[in-house]
């Protein structure tokens, strides 16, 4: 079955430099890779996806890569504001069955 | 819309007892996931359903774990009999289909359960 591995684990920045999140996959038939936010106690909430036929996709100031070769994709947050502090959840669909990764723990400096 | 709505929000309990968690998706939607979240596994799918009908549930712990969808509106996650390392954050989490490929899902507040 698919595996979806995440690094790192933790991630402590300044305020307003960037953060990478990096994910693996497994499974050659995923084709949809999201990206969850989840704050301290609250539920998981996407912040940005991005699809197999697509290598890259950005929103302000969230960006995700995708490198289907080598099944790696990766989130990136550029001017990172405090309020980016939260645990970041990669994850891989095959066929409508999400597999998440271990989590990032990120936090941002002030 | 109000959003998937679980219940309950918590839930503590002694071990052997019969848990039951309730779960309404957003309406339209036609998949519904289970999710157990803990420190030490992370977030790990139970089951999901597409159109009421459980397509997987390889990642059920145990035979002590069920669940059911009577209907497009209403899913339940059963523990019986409960146990201590049962304790986690249950999340339930919605999403339209799209055949052969996924789509955003809507996450449940949760249920925190404590089997004591």
């Known amino acids: 079955g698919e595996n979806v591995e995440q690094h790192p684990s933790t991630l402590s920045v300044q305020e307003g430099d960037s953060a990478v999140i990096k994910c693996t996959y497994s499974?050659?038939?995923?084709?949809?890779f999201p990206w969850y936010k989840q704050e301290l106690g609250k539920r998981p909430q996407l912040i940005i996806d991005?699809?197999?036929?697509?290598g890259e996709k950005k929103d302000q100031r969230i960006a995700v890569t995708l490198n289907k070769t080598a099944k790696h994709f990766s989130l990136h947050i550029t001017e990172t504001q405090p309020e980016d502090s939260a645990v970041y959840f990669c994850a891989a669909t095959s066929y409508d069955k999400v597999i998440f990764g271990p989590g990032t723990s990120l936090s941002v400096i002030p | 819309d109000a959003g998937v709505i679980q219940s309950p929000r918590h839930e503590v309990t002694e071990m052997g007892q019969e848990v039951t968690l309730r779960c309404k998706p957003i309406?339209?939607?036609?998949?519904l996931f289970w999710y157990r979240q803990t420190m030490m596994r992370g977030l790990e799918l139970l089951i999901y359903f597409n159109n009421n009908v459980p397509i997987d549930d390889s990642g059920m712990p145990e035979d002590r774990f069920s669940a059911k969808m009577p209907n497009a509106s209403f899913s339940t996650l059963k523990i019986q009999p409960s146990e201590p390392r049962d304790s986690a954050v249950y999340f339930c989490a919605s999403s339209p289909l799209r055949s052969g490929s996924g789509n955003e899902q809507f996450f449940g507040p949760g249920t925190r359960l404590t089997v004591l």
């Open positions: 499974d050659s038939a995923s084709n949809y």
């Open positions: 309406s339209g939607h036609n998949s």
């Open positions: 991005i699809r197999s036929n697509v």
